[in-house]
């Protein structure tokens, strides 16, 4: 989206304001948040992430700790080692390349690595005649499914259902 005041940057701050029962958003890309004199009240504030980040890698040793520092997103090219000192990833791709390296950050952090709440409906409209419900999703539908299946003792929906759950997530594993 482009700001709405130049038109020609990318809009980066995104204000809603609601006065009277009237809702007004803006659009605006940094440059003319600032010249509005908005601003963010985090951007002078330095980011704990990347210190608990940086922290959890002094246990490791140097050479396995070189190693992983060099694992590099093939998408926005940021390295592990620039993730940890500024705590924020470079795209989307990021929590795919990775993950491994995330996984126990986010148990020590989060007690899981999971999100099991709520999430916004996704859909793939890859194919907009028949669109889908994307993995994760999916997923979780095939283990209610499942559960269902059990309680009901029909084994043969369950087996099913067990091997469509172990197809994906073998195909959700070989994505990574």
Avoid: W
């Amino acid at each position: 989206m482009l700001c709405q005041d130049c038109n020609n940057r990318e809009a980066q701050v995104h204000l809603t304001q609601i006065i009277n029962n009237e809702k007004t958003t803006l659009n605006l890309c940094k440059e003319c948040a600032a010249s509005r004199g908005f601003h963010s009240p985090l951007d002078n504030v330095p980011f704990p992430l990347a210190e608990l980040l940086s922290g959890l890698g002094s246990a490791m040793p140097s050479a396995e700790k070189q190693q992983v520092e060099q694992i590099a997103c093939p998408n926005c090219e940021l390295t592990f080692q620039e993730f940890t000192g500024q705590g924020r990833f470079g795209c989307g791709e990021c929590y795919k390349a990775f993950r491994t390296q995330l996984e126990p950050i986010m148990r020590k952090i989060h007690g899981a690595s999971l999100h099991r709440g709520r999430s916004p409906v996704i859909l793939d409209t890859s194919t907009p005649e028949t669109p889908q419900v994307l993995p994760v999703r999916e997923e979780e539908r095939l283990e209610e499914e499942l559960i269902k299946a059990i309680e009901g003792e029909d084994f043969e929906r369950a087996a099913e259902i067990r091997d469509k759950l172990k197809a994906m997530r073998e195909s959700l594993a070989l994505d990574q």
